[in-house]
T-cell receptor, first 114, second 114 residues
Framework: EAQVTQNPRYLITVTGKKLTVTCSQN?????MSWYRQDPGLGLRQIYY???????DKGDVPEGYKVSRKEKRNFPLILESPSPNQTSLYFC?????????????FGNGTRLTVT | GNSVTQMEGPVTLSEEAFLTINCTYT??????LFWYVQYPGEGLQLLLK?????DKGSNKGFEATYRKETTSFHLEKGSVQVSDSAVYFC?????????????FGTGTSLTVIP
């Protein structure tokens, strides 16, 4: 089954403790992206990647890192989490070429930083 | 620049009522337009899409027509069901020098009561 898999689904951590949220897709998509969803703000893009070893900042990249060493994986890294990073995070992927290609989303990771 | 504006919610309707969720966009060039739906506790799923002016996207009784003259992509359904309760996101994908870039509205929460 074609899917985007994120782990974990829920994560509670403390300020400053490094964490990684994993994302993997099995559709051979070039494009992958991370979003955060906050009430009243909709989806905001954190980072995206056009292909292996190609990443770029989205609208709200501060406090986050990403890497794209393999085509299928795109982990989100919070080196020193802070309470303002408490949010619902989504990973998404799509084919890069062609305006018809929709984004496919994972089921989300709800992060709480205390 | 590219952006999407959709009507604010929440929207509450009785079962079998007619639904309209307004969406307007600003874009350079010729974007593709999408509606995504997010059910409670899940990621966003593609509901329908349209890739050029006057195209009508449809799925599960929902419809939206790409109106270039009014830069709109309003979502409609003739008779909503309780199972349609979800958050709906309008989005556009605009071509850039490096591939598609997605822009989302802030989402409209719909609750359908029996």
């Amino acid at each position: 089954e074609a899917q985007v898999t994120q782990n974990p689904r829920y994560l509670i951590t403390v300020t400053g403790k490094k964490l990684t949220v994993t994302c993997s897709q099995n559709m051979n998509h070039e494009y992958m992206s991370w979003y955060r969803q906050d009430p009243g703000l909709g989806l905001r893009q954190i980072y995206y990647s056009m292909n292996v070893e190609v990443t770029d900042k989205g609208d709200v990249p501060e406090g986050y890192k990403v890497s794209r060493k393999e085509k299928r994986n795109f982990p989100l890294i919070l080196e020193s989490p802070s309470p303002n990073q408490t949010s619902l995070y989504f990973c998404a992927s799509s084919l890069l070429r062609g305006r018809n290609s929709p984004l496919h989303f994972g089921n989300g990771t709800r992060l709480t930083v205390t | 620049g590219n952006s999407v504006t959709q009507m604010e919610g929440p929207v509450t309707l009785s079962e079998e009522a007619f639904l309209t969720i307004n969406c307007t966009y600003t874009a350079t060039g010729y974007p593709s337009l999408f509606w995504y739906v997010q059910y409670p506790g899940e990621g966003l799923q593609l509901l329908l899409k349209a890739t050029k002016a006057d195209d009508k996207g449809s799925n599960k009784g929902f419809e939206a027509t790409y109106r270039k003259e009014t830069t709109s992509f309003h979502l409609e359904k003739g008779s909503v069901q309780v199972s349609d309760s979800a958050v709906y996101f309008c989005a556009l994908a605009g071509p850039s020098n490096t591939g598609n870039q997605f822009y989302f509205g802030t989402g409209t929460s719909l609750t359908v009561i029996p």
